[in-house]
């Protein structure tokens, strides 16, 4: 029996820490991808820099996981030596990156959601959230800011730019709900104020969302994306991400406990 | 026995000025302002570090030069521990260490990172001619914490060490 089918409860936020963590290594891995295939050299540095804060945030949140959990867990044994099962991310990380533009989008979502996720965090009673969060929230800041410039390029530029980005909006806008749905551990360490009420940053994020879309010339995308369950975050995941483990976790399962 | 220990902390904050950025050569670990406390306990050290940016690769060189500078001159029992909070900030650098940066031709950060005031348009000087007629290039440069200026008047492209 794997961790995943056992219901602990405890004030220890085991699992909230892994969702966190989960969230930040598979959007940061998926970004990884544009690495010596961004459209620019300063674009794909800067995409390279953005991938590397996020795994880099992600460390911090399975080191402190693996001290939780004792038991000669390590924050290498929880990002290889886990099935798809085991990962809490959501669905929307785990996405192909498609086009640039969908790349874009995506981060540009998950960006505004950390960027009011990790100004709550901050106020948690666990002062190891909280530091990570004050962390990276300023890193969190300038991947906004450079998500959002793309979003107004692409969506007020050329016919074909805005016809990419509205293509990336159809597909995508869907799995944005599920970040505002919060799983069973959400809600328990939200009452415990450990966590974070996400359906409380609904508001801000439809805001910012919505700032940015004016200025880019796209439709408000408001009153959708509630359709997807809280999916991810229990486990249950696309296929996506098996693919991304493949690759990820192929060295440490092929080789245990390789080291370069 | 207080005398020794005073004498022992005074030599390891010496010995930790000697090592550099492994990224920025010209500026020590003191200068970028990353080293927080150091803890003396008889044979036993621990150092106190903290991290500029989250995926900042430099962080495991940065532990492992300061264990090897550390057992050159005799301290055995080196124990580092990274320290999260409060997380660090450009605001921590010297007015040494930003000088230092200048030279080299890095533009040191401007301002304070206090507020979210550090994401609006700064005005940067050009490290080489420094004039103020400069724009930018990419907010993301060679590594983490820098962004790609270049200089209008000089057309000097050059690194800026993001405020944080």
Same mark, same amino acid.
């Given at each position: 029996?794997?961790?995943n089918?056992?219901?602990?409860?405890?004030?220890?936020?085991?699992?909230?820490?892994?969702?966190?963590?989960?969230?930040?290594?598979?959007m940061?891995?998926r970004?990884s991808?544009?690495?010596?295939?961004?459209?620019?050299?300063?674009?794909?540095i800067?995409?390279?820099?953005?991938?590397?804060?996020?795994i880099?945030?992600?460390?911090?949140?399975?080191?402190?996981?693996?001290?939780?959990?004792?038991?000669?867990?390590?924050?290498?044994?929880?990002?290889?030596?886990?099935?798809?099962?085991?990962?809490?991310?959501?669905?929307?990380?785990?996405?192909?990156n498609?086009?640039?533009?969908?790349?874009?989008?995506?981060?540009?979502?998950?960006?505004?959601?950390?960027?009011?996720?990790?100004?709550?965090l901050?106020?948690?009673?666990?002062k190891?959230?909280?530091?990570?969060?004050?962390?990276?929230?300023?890193?969190?800041?300038?991947?906004?800011?450079?998500?959002?410039e793309?979003?107004?390029?692409?969506?007020?530029?050329?016919?074909?730019?805005?016809k990419?980005i509205?293509?990336?909006?159809?597909?995508?806008?869907?799995?944005?709900?599920?970040?505002?749905?919060?799983?069973?551990?959400?809600?328990?360490?939200?009452?415990?104020?450990?966590g974070?009420?996400?359906?409380?940053?609904?508001?801000?994020?439809?805001?910012?969302?919505?700032?940015?879309?004016?200025?880019?010339?796209?439709?408000?995308?408001?009153?959708?994306?509630?359709?997807?369950?809280?999916?991810?975050?229990?486990?249950?995941?696309?296929?996506h991400?098996?693919?991304?483990?493949?690759?990820?976790?192929?060295?440490?399962r092929?080789?245990?406990g390789?080291?370069? | 026995?207080?005398?020794?220990?005073?004498?022992?902390?005074?030599?390891?904050?010496?010995?930790?000025?000697?090592?550099?950025?492994?990224?920025?050569?010209?500026?020590?670990?003191?200068?970028?302002?990353?080293?927080?406390?150091?803890h003396?306990?008889?044979?036993?050290?621990? #150092?106190? *570090? @903290?991290?500029?940016? &989250?995926?900042?690769?430099?962080? =495991?060189?940065?532990?492992?030069?300061?264990?090897?500078? %550390?057992?050159?001159?005799?301290?055995?029992? #080196?124990? *580092? @521990?990274?320290?999260? &909070?409060?997380?660090?900030?450009? =605001?921590?650098?010297?007015?040494?260490?930003?000088?230092? %940066?200048?030279?080299?031709?890095?533009?040191?950060?401007?301002?304070?990172?206090?507020?979210?005031?550090?994401?609006?348009?700064?005005?940067?000087?050009?490290?080489?001619?420094?004039?103020?007629?400069?724009?930018?290039?990419?907010?993301?440069?060679?590594?983490?914490?820098k962004?790609?200026?270049?200089?209008?008047?000089?057309?000097?492209?050059?690194?800026?060490?993001?405020?944080?």
């Amino acid at each position: 029996m794997s961790e995943n089918h056992i219901n602990i409860s405890t004030n220890q936020p085991f699992n909230y820490c892994l969702h966190l963590a989960d969230n930040s290594l598979i959007m940061g891995h998926r970004l990884s991808e544009w690495t010596g295939h961004g459209p620019m050299l300063e674009q794909d540095i800067a995409i390279s820099n953005i991938a590397l804060d996020l795994i880099g945030q992600s460390r911090n949140f399975y080191q402190y996981a693996a001290q939780l959990k004792g038991e000669g867990t390590t924050e290498d044994s929880l990002a290889y030596l886990r099935e798809a099962n085991e990962f809490k991310n959501i669905l929307l990380v785990e996405l192909p990156n498609g086009d640039w533009a969908k790349t874009i989008l995506k981060l540009f979502f998950f960006s505004t959601y950390q960027y009011y996720l990790y100004q709550k965090l901050i106020n948690s009673s666990d002062k190891q959230l909280s530091a990570i969060a004050e962390k990276s929230l300023k890193e969190v800041t300038y991947h906004l800011r450079w998500s959002s410039e793309w979003v107004i390029r692409l969506g007020d530029g050329t016919e074909e730019s805005n016809k990419r980005i509205k293509n990336a909006l159809d597909e995508l806008w869907a799995y944005t709900g599920e970040m505002f749905l919060p799983s069973t551990y959400e809600t328990e360490y939200a009452e415990n104020n450990i966590g974070v009420d996400v359906s409380s940053i609904k508001i801000d994020w439809d805001k910012k969302v919505n700032e940015i879309f004016e200025e880019a010339t796209l439709p408000s995308p408001n009153g959708e994306g509630l359709g997807v369950r809280s999916f991810g975050k229990e486990g249950n995941h696309t296929q996506h991400l098996q693919a991304i483990l493949k690759d990820m976790q192929y060295l440490q399962r092929a080789y245990p406990g390789c080291e370069w | 026995m207080i005398l020794e220990k005073n004498i022992s902390l005074k030599k390891i904050w010496q010995i930790l000025e000697q090592i550099t950025d492994p990224e920025i050569p010209v500026i020590s670990i003191i200068d970028l302002g990353i080293v927080r406390d150091v803890h003396v306990d008889e044979n036993n050290v621990e #150092v106190f *570090i @903290t991290p500029t940016y &989250s995926g900042c690769p430099a962080m =495991d060189m940065i532990s492992m030069n300061i264990r090897m500078a %550390l057992l050159q001159n005799g301290f055995t029992n #080196v124990k *580092i @521990t990274q320290q999260l &909070s409060p997380a660090w900030t450009t =605001d921590w650098m010297t007015e040494e260490g930003k000088e230092k %940066l200048k030279v080299y031709g890095i533009a040191p950060p401007v301002g304070k990172s206090i507020d979210q005031k550090y994401l609006e348009e700064l005005k940067v000087e050009c490290p080489q001619c420094h004039s103020k007629n400069t724009k930018l290039l990419s907010q993301f440069g060679s590594t983490a914490c820098k962004a790609l200026y270049q200089c209008q008047d000089c057309k000097e492209p050059f690194d800026y060490f993001k405020c944080h």
